[in-house]
Nanobody, 122 residues
Framework: QVRLVESGGGLVQAGGSLRLSCAVF????????MGWFRQAPGKEREFVAG????????TYADSVKGRFTISREYAKNTVYLQMNSLKPEDTAVYYC???????????????WGQGTQVTVSS
């Protein structure tokens, strides 16, 4: 079993930055590609960013390319999402997820965290 715990959400003004963290407990961290998703009120959950098992491959939604960066730190079994130049439309609950595949995907994840709220004011 794998447990994911997100942290780092909060309230920030437009143009500001936040860094989300996701601590992974349980099975070997390096066995999973990791992803970040988000869900805004009244909208479906959407893929934001993913990183491969080795950390060598990353992928992003078009809406966040150039502003968000996903990374992973094996010593701490943690994956991060650095969010810069935040916009009000980035407001959502952000979820961390793990999938037992070599490369990150946009769906089919096996494990999910509880989510952390990010609110961007205009």
């Amino acid at each position: 079993q794998v447990r994911l715990v997100e942290s780092g959400g909060g309230l920030v003004q437009a143009g500001g930055s936040l860094r989300l963290s996701c601590a992974v407990f349980g099975r070997t961290f390096s066995s999973y590609s990791m992803g970040w998703f988000r869900q805004a009120p009244g909208k479906e959950r959407e893929f934001v960013a993913g990183v491969s098992r080795t950390g060598g491959t990353t992928t992003y939604a078009d809406s966040v390319k150039g502003r968000f960066t996903i990374s992973r730190e094996y010593a701490k079994n943690t994956v991060y999402l650095q969010m810069n130049s935040l916009k009000p439309e980035d407001t959502a609950v952000y979820y961390c997820a793990a999938v037992s595949q070599v490369l990150p995907t946009t769906q089919g994840y096996d494990y999910w965290g509880q989510g952390t709220q990010v609110t961007v004011s205009s």
